[in-house]
């Protein structure tokens, strides 16, 4: 019987480990396929406080769970494939086990939505990014694309013009989705251009190891073309990784996980942080500072012997 279990291993996870251990509830952390969450996936990370030169991503979450594991928290690899929280204790199920546990934390953060294609990946922080504020520093005096065309792909943009020398904006359509006041925005601001009724096909040049450009295909002529670019942002959403949770918690209409009152879900004794319950910041920062919350809330929660 464990007293805290946590799903999810990227800044709110582990900062609930951390907060949980020194409690004395020696937690057990569930890392999960994409073990480090969003910052495992990013290079260079300049807004973390503490780190005056930036630190590396992936780093900077190993360090978090060298601090974790130094105050006792027991790591497990594998994916949650299904939670029952009708009753107390509640009980998860990983592979052919099933661990049972006081109070749960989920800390499973959400996953930007990608154009799917081969390059995308291998050029993931090398150039394309899913998150303006985390990497828009890097792009000062560089002319770069943003794909989609929705209030995600407005509100990068629009940031991205802090920086950027000029933001190219491309949707498959001829009109944008963001809400009309965005797009007042976008179309009142000189650095943004729209390259409408266009998907982008491949982007280039992996070989090189960073951004040439992206190719476009007109989706109603089919002409094909190269647009030059330094950075390309995927602006299509994110998808709160919550699925497991659906008819058991409390979520909005996208799927993230509802809060309140700090860290608390809709059944008590167990507690979000993160990506999971946060469609605004996104933050390295606030996953850590809601990882912090979610595990006091739970030390609280088992003082009371509720």
């Known amino acids: 019987m464990r007293n805290v279990v946590i799903i999810g291993s990227g800044c709110a996870g582990l900062t609930a480990a951390i907060y949980a251990a020194r409690a004395n509830l020696q937690p057990l952390l569930i890392r999960g396929i994409e073990a480090g969450g969003q910052l495992s996936l990013t290079t260079l990370v300049e807004n973390y406080p503490g780190f005056p030169k930036g630190v590396q991503g992936p780093e900077l979450i190993e360090m978090m769970r060298e601090q974790a594991a130094e105050f006792g928290t027991e790591f497990k690899e594998g994916n949650v494939t299904r939670?029952?929280?009708?009753?107390?204790?509640?009980?998860?199920?990983?592979?052919?086990?099933?661990?049972?546990?006081?109070?749960?934390?989920?800390?499973?953060?959400?996953?930007?939505?990608?154009?799917?294609?081969?390059?995308?990946?291998?050029?993931?922080?090398?150039?394309?990014?899913?998150?303006?504020?985390?990497?828009?520093?890097?792009?000062?005096?560089?002319?770069?694309?943003?794909?989609?065309?929705?209030?995600?792909?407005?509100?990068?943009?629009?940031?991205?013009?802090?920086?950027?020398?000029?933001?190219?904006?491309?949707?498959?359509?001829?009109?944008?989705?963001?809400?009309?006041?965005?797009?007042?925005?976008?179309?009142?601001?000189?650095?943004?251009?729209?390259?409408?009724?266009?998907?982008?096909?491949?982007?280039?040049?992996?070989?090189?190891?960073?951004?040439?450009?992206?190719?476009?295909?007109?989706?109603?002529?089919?002409e094909e073309r190269f647009h030059p670019s330094e950075g390309v942002f995927i602006g299509i959403g994110h998808s709160p990784n919550s699925h497991l949770f659906q008819g058991q918690l409390d979520m909005d209409e996208l799927g993230y996980l509802k809060t309140w009152s700090g860290s608390k879900t809709s059944v008590p004794g167990v507690f979000a942080a993160g990506d999971v319950q946060d469609r605004v910041y996104r933050q390295a920062v606030t996953a850590a500072g809601s990882g912090c919350m979610a595990a006091i809330d739970a030390e609280r929660f088992l003082e009371a012997g509720e």
């Open 83 to 222: 939670v029952d929280l009708s009753k107390r204790p509640f009980a998860l199920e990983l592979g052919d086990e099933t661990i049972e546990t006081r109070t749960l934390i989920i800390a499973s953060g959400a996953s930007a939505k990608m154009l799917g294609l081969e390059s995308e990946r291998k050029l993931l922080g090398h150039g394309v990014s899913t998150c303006a504020t985390c990497d828009g520093y890097f792009f000062r005096g560089k002319p770069i694309v943003v794909v989609g065309g929705g209030d995600t792909a407005a509100e990068e943009s629009l940031f991205l013009t802090r920086y950027a020398s000029e933001v190219s904006v491309i949707h498959r359509r001829d009109q944008l989705r963001a809400s009309k006041i965005m797009q007042h925005r976008m179309k009142r601001n000189e650095k943004i251009k729209f390259i409408w009724n266009s998907a982008v096909t491949d982007i280039l040049d992996h070989e090189k190891g960073h951004v040439t450009g992206v190719r476009l295909r007109d989706v109603k002529t089919g």
